[in-house]
């Protein structure tokens, strides 16, 4: 018996852009976020996808820790901004951050944990290149508020608007050998 067994977690997102205002219509009738996501997509309002890793932060780890032993809130929302400066391990927030939002959608499963945001047109008509996840007590929709929990690249211009953007992001806790 191993025990001294260690537990590790990987981050994902998918950041996609959709023409503006065909989510939030099919969300005002009533459907789900899951709905109305595959519903979108049937009639043809995805315009880009970008799927990729992040990287879970120092301080994203640290915050981890603090909501296990029940010393801050859970993790928040995702923010956008301006800047591509690669991530690294030691950032504590966006470069230029410009929009956030607290989930739109929150599921689990096993050892997976899924949430989603949705940013209309009129929150994110810049040229997207950073996002992040945010977390903690002081977390809220206050620009460069809360802990930063990961960080990713992502380019989509939308700075003449058109788009109505969706961040999903998975947290995957997983055993390290």
Not at 51 to 67: C, F, P, Q, W
Not at 130 to 137: C, D, I, K, R, S
Request: glycine share 10%.
């Amino acid at each position: 018996m191993n025990l001294n067994s260690k537990i590790g977690a990987k981050g994902f997102y998918t950041f996609t852009a959709w023409e503006a205002g065909v989510l939030p219509s099919i969300l005002s009738a009533g459907y789900s976020y899951k709905r109305a996501i595959w519903l979108a997509g049937l009639f043809g309002a995805k315009r880009k996808v970008i799927a990729h890793n992040n990287l879970i932060v120092t301080a994203g780890y640290a915050l981890l820790a603090a909501i296990a032993a029940d010393e801050e809130a859970g993790l928040w929302g995702i923010a956008i901004g301006t800047d591509a400066t690669a991530p690294v391990v030691g950032d504590v927030s966006l470069v230029a951050e410009t929009a956030r939002s607290a989930w739109t959608y929150k599921a689990s499963a096993g050892a997976q944990i899924e949430r989603s945001i949705i940013l209309p047109e009129a929150s994110c008509s810049v040229f997207i290149k950073e996002a992040g996840v945010f977390g903690g007590n002081n977390a809220s929709t206050t620009l460069n508020s809360g802990t930063l929990f990961a960080r990713y690249l992502a380019s989509y211009d939308n700075s003449g608007g058109g788009a109505d953007i969706t961040i999903d992001h998975i947290l995957t806790y997983q055993a390290v050998p």
